[in-house]
């Protein structure tokens, strides 16, 4: 809720309530006074000062560089330190006081239309007027939830539906959700009998979403870029910059910087002790998936290993691992998202390669509409059997059991990586595994609740008892 419109409930509670409430209701406006979001380069129109929010500061330069005669204006835009990139807030050509309004009618929360880049840098110019939401893949609706507007999702596609039980806790609406089944080929005509505002994809391909916007009648089809958090600079990530943008798509910009800021401070307290790992001391761990690999089937003689670019890879960074697969392949390392390797190139008599730990994402519900077998988790399941199975299928490898712990050995839910969670989770699961003497203070089972009662807005649920998601669990091995 913005600050002008919680001043004006204060006003009207005054008058309705007495005294007693309005000073309550006073105080927890001044409470809710939002913080300052870290980082920079928002790509949301009216933010000129280049930080991650549109507020008075942008208005307030705006008009100072206006005010400033023509031939100092060039000057002005160094001096007040502007990008004028986002400064035709309301899209009509020309930069003046129009525009300088609009940023204080974003400020005040009185703005109907927002303009932004989309994940991809594409302008994006919608009606905020939303009441009619479809939110793709797990990580969007789990957006949705977190800020508030989960209540407006009336579709989402084939995997989060097979969790809404979770994910819907109004019975009402767990009843009432639409399947929009497989949306990396979407069936148009049924998708638009739904009648969205809003679709939130998953997908970050610029040739399906153009088909999606252009055979979607009537509705806005925004990519965020949750896809794409970057966990070793998270405050500028195109992730964090979704989940702020999509504050100002739903007037929902205090608690997307709430959201962010809890975020960003996870990653600063794992950062700050990981950082301090010499890289010898560092344990070696692979970053892979279960399903179609050596793990999964001894014939199959091959790994995918993430690399420094996905989130996964970027949780064995902030955790204080060091990922083998630089030492397999450098190039690959850092091209992609991840490399299909040998698994001898993998375990081996190289002095150089060697592993301690591994990491297993899995799969269970896929975008493409499809349920892997064999390995059910999540958020809807308390039955560990399938994640045990993997769990002895791996150690039971005569590579793995030449040189690994069957208990540095690990089975993880997809959701660490396709949540909104941006892979914060994972690492914390990561960090507790393989550095549990220098990551003493954290839980990360304890973080997780956190997300799913603080954010999600799902109470009296535990992930341990409630969920699969790790296997074995962190907890259990740490006490
Ligand atoms: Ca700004
Ligand atoms: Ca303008």
């Not at 040739?207 to 999606?212: A, I, N, S, V, W």
């Not at 005569?398 to 208990?407: G, M």
């Amino acid at each position: 809720m913005n600050n002008k419109i919680i001043a004006a409930l204060a006003v009207v509670i005054i008058v309705a309530a007495g005294c007693g409430s309005a000073v309550w209701y006073m105080s927890q406006s001044h409470q809710s006074e939002k913080s300052e979001v870290g980082g920079t380069g928002l790509e949301v129109f009216g933010n000129v000062d280049k930080d991650n929010d549109v507020d008075a500061k942008d208005a307030d330069l705006l008009q100072k560089y206006l005010d400033t005669p023509t031939e100092g204006q060039a000057a002005a835009v160094v001096s007040l330190g502007l990008d004028l990139t986002y400064a035709d807030v309301n899209g009509d050509g020309a930069v003046n006081t129009k525009d300088v309004a609009a940023i204080r009618a974003i400020d005040n929360g009185s703005y109907g239309e927002i303009r932004f880049l989309d994940g991809n840098g594409q302008v994006q110019s919608i009606s905020t007027d939303i009441s009619r939401i479809g939110a793709e893949y797990f990580c969007n609706v789990e957006l949705c939830m977190i800020l508030g507007v989960v209540d407006k999702v009336v579709a989402v596609d084939y995997a989060p539906y097979q969790l809404k039980d979770f994910y819907f806790q109004d019975d009402s609406q767990r009843d009432s959700v639409m399947n929009m089944a497989n949306m990396s080929s979407p069936d148009y005509p049924a998708v638009n009998d739904m009648n969205l505002d809003v679709l939130l994809s998953f997908s970050y391909s610029v040739d399906l979403l153009k088909t999606k916007a252009e055979k979607l009648i009537g509705t806005d089809v925004i990519y965020l870029g949750l896809y794409q958090p970057n966990l070793l600079s998270a405050a500028n990530s195109s992730y964090v910059h979704g989940i702020l943008k999509a504050g100002y798509i739903f007037h929902k910009v205090d608690r997307a910087e709430d959201y962010v800021n809890w975020i960003l401070q996870k990653i600063d307290y794992m950062n700050g002790i990981s950082s301090s790992i010499p890289e010898n001391e560092k344990p070696h761990v692979i970053m892979t998936n279960y399903q179609n690999s050596y793990f999964a089937n001894a014939d199959t003689k091959t790994l995918t290993l993430y690399n420094l670019n996905d989130p996964q890879g970027q949780a064995c960074v902030l955790a204080g691992g060091h990922n083998v697969l630089q030492d397999i392949d450098s190039k690959a390392y850092q091209s992609g998202y991840s490399a299909k390797v040998q698994v001898d190139a993998v375990f081996n008599d190289d002095a150089d390669i060697y592993v301690n730990y591994i990491f297993c994402h899995t799969v269970e519900y896929t975008y493409s509409g499809v349920k892997m077998s064999g390995i059910d988790h999540g958020y809807c399941t308390s039955d560990y059997t399938d994640f045990k199975n993997a769990w002895t299928n791996v150690n039971s490898r005569e590579l793995v059991k030449a040189e690994v712990d069957s208990d540095h050995v690990h089975i993880d839910a997809g959701d660490l990586r396709n949540g909104a969670s941006g892979g914060v989770l994972l690492a914390a699961y990561l960090a507790k595994a393989i550095n549990p003497d220098k990551f003493t203070a954290l839980d990360p089972v304890e973080l997780h609740n956190e997300y799913v009662s603080e954010w999600l807005g799902v109470t009296g649920y535990d992930v341990v008892k409630d969920a699969v998601i790790t296997y074995p669990t962190v907890t259990v091995k740490s006490s």
